[in-house]
């Protein structure tokens, strides 16, 4: 199984400053497509996860613009320009490059 | 507006069965992959099951093989999964979620339904 693994594991935020969270991927996470396998996903607190980011970079509907994804191969990225309070919660990466879909252990991003 | 909503969960002895379904709307179900996911009280997300279009292919993490069964009903868009020989480590809220509704993988899972609660205990 892919093993993904992400940094920090909390991350406290001052509101209007920027953020990044980090997720590796035990193998690579591209295809022969071209695609990278690769999606980030938002909890907030007492909801459901909801996706934010699939394949690297691609925002989901309605995901704000603050949020990018970037990397390729083993090495993922997402940033948050400017955190706002409504962003608090445990974000996670997932591959979906091979059966079973897996996700890293969470980054819980709360605020200063 | 597209609805997953879970259902039957709740609390069954070591060794008993549990029937999960999700009710989907708002969307063309049988177009899509559709998952089972579990998230233990307090812990990280785990994949449990996914099933294409068609019901053709199916797909389990291994800690839930030859013990679980993901299903569909395309007719009343409805998504299953019957839970036989259950475990403690089985108790988690379990979350129904949408793939995509193309390609040889379920790429990525949006939405995601509420879930339902399913506590295995003696």
């Known amino acids: 199984d892919i093993v993904m693994t992400q940094s920090p594991l909390s991350l406290p935020v001052t509101p209007g400053e920027p953020a990044s969270i980090s997720c590796r991927s035990s193998?690579?996470?591209?295809?022969?497509?071209?695609?990278?396998?690769l999606d980030w996903y938002l909890q907030k607190p007492g909801q459901s996860p909801q996706l934010l980011i699939y394949?690297?970079?691609n925002r989901a509907s309605g995901v704000p613009d603050r949020f990018s994804g970037s990397g390729s191969g083993t090495d993922f990225t997402l940033k948050i320009s400017r955190v706002e309070a409504e962003d608090v919660g445990i974000y996670y990466c997932?591959?979906?490059?091979?059966?079973?879909?897996?996700f890293g252990g969470g980054t819980k991003v709360e605020i200063k | 507006e597209v609805q997953l909503v879970e259902s039957g969960g709740g609390l069954v002895q070591p060794g008993g069965s549990l029937r999960l379904s999700c009710a989907a709307s708002?969307?063309?179900?049988?177009?899509?992959?559709m998952n089972w996911v579990r998230q233990a009280s307090g812990k990280g997300l785990e994949w449990v099951a996914a099933?294409?279009?068609?019901?053709?292919?199916?797909y389990y993490v291994d800690s839930v093989k030859g013990r679980f069964t993901i299903s569909r009903d395309d007719a009343k868009s409805s998504l299953h999964l019957q839970m036989n020989s259950l475990r403690a480590e089985d108790t988690a809220l379990y979350y129904c979620?949408?793939?995509?509704?193309?390609?040889?993988?379920?790429?990525?899972?949006?939405?995601w339904g509420q879930g339902a609660l399913v506590t295995v205990s003696s």
């Open positions: 979620a949408r793939g995509p509704s193309y390609g040889e993988r379920p790429d990525f899972l949006d939405p």
């Open positions: 708002g969307f063309t179900f049988s177009s899509h992959w």
């Open positions: 099933i294409k279009q068609g019901g053709s292919e199916k």
């Open positions: 193998q690579s996470l591209l295809d022969s497509n071209g695609y990278n396998y």
């Open positions: 394949f690297v970079s």
């Open positions: 997932m591959q979906s490059l091979q059966i079973p879909l897996t």
